[in-house]
């Protein structure tokens, strides 16, 4: 099993441009969570779904952000226009129907500059 | 909804000897305990978890125990070595949620 795959690994941009991160969850795993990483908030949830569907996004921080799953193998989160303040590492995790266990990819390492 | 406190922040100890990290929860509602240890660079990893019927489980050097009626849950290493130092996560989940609560983390540094 190949894991949670997240692409890209770190992500440099300045800011005002547009930023795309990527997730591919486990095959068969039905959630699909959103996670942002920074020293001073730890981990906060900001959106999950569920069979492609998103159930709560309400750890959004605004609507600069958005966060879509198209199909069962493939979701991004998107900010537009990023600032400064969203640079942090975000991680993608998925689990299945009927399981507890979350499984996290690697992150994304994102500077906003 | 459900809040998660840990401590320490920050653990040292010396290899070899025991590291405790404890977890607090405030809805009772919650039945899914689990741990992760994240290094550096990468994501968190599960490494033993506990459902709330049962006060203690047990995995090599790692074990967890859990007490409903305080709401407080620990992670216990014995015999630490140094591939231990990482920061570990405790959260809380289940009981009809579909996600999981973080506490904020703590790192735990095995001193040689």
């Known amino acids: 099993d190949a894991g949670v795959i997240q692409s890209p690994r770190h992500e440099v941009t300045e800011m005002g441009q547009e930023v795309t991160l990527r997730c591919k969850p486990i095959?068969?795993?039905?959630?699909l969570f959103w996670y942002r990483q920074t020293m001073m908030r730890g981990l906060e949830l900001l959106i999950y779904f569920n069979n492609n569907v998103p159930i709560d996004d309400s750890g959004m921080p605004e609507d600069r952000f958005s966060a879509k799953m198209p199909n069962a193998s493939f979701s991004t989160l998107k900010i537009q226009p990023s600032e400064p303040r969203d640079s942090a590492v975000y991680f993608c995790?998925?689990?299945?129907?009927?399981?507890?266990?979350?499984?996290f990819g690697p992150g994304t390492r994102l500077t906003v500059l | 909804g459900e809040n998660v406190e840990q401590h320490p922040s920050t653990l040292s100890v010396q290899e070899g000897d025991s590291a405790v990290i404890k977890c607090t929860y405030s809805?009772?509602?919650?039945?899914?305990f689990p741990w992760y240890k994240q290094e550096l660079g990468k994501g968190p990893q599960l490494i033993i978890d506990i459902r709330s019927n049962v006060g203690e489980k047990k995995d090599q050097r790692i074990a967890v125990t859990l007490n409903k009626t305080a709401k407080h849950f620990s992670l216990h290493i014995t015999e630490t070595q140094p591939e231990d130092s990482a920061v570990y996560f405790c959260a809380g989940g289940g009981g009809g949620a579909d996600g999981l609560t973080f506490g904020k983390g703590t790192h735990l540094i095995i001193q040689p």
């Open positions: 095959s068969g795993h039905d959630y």
């Open positions: 809805d009772s509602a919650s039945n899914y």
């Open positions: 995790a998925s689990r299945p129907t009927g399981g507890n266990t979350q499984y």
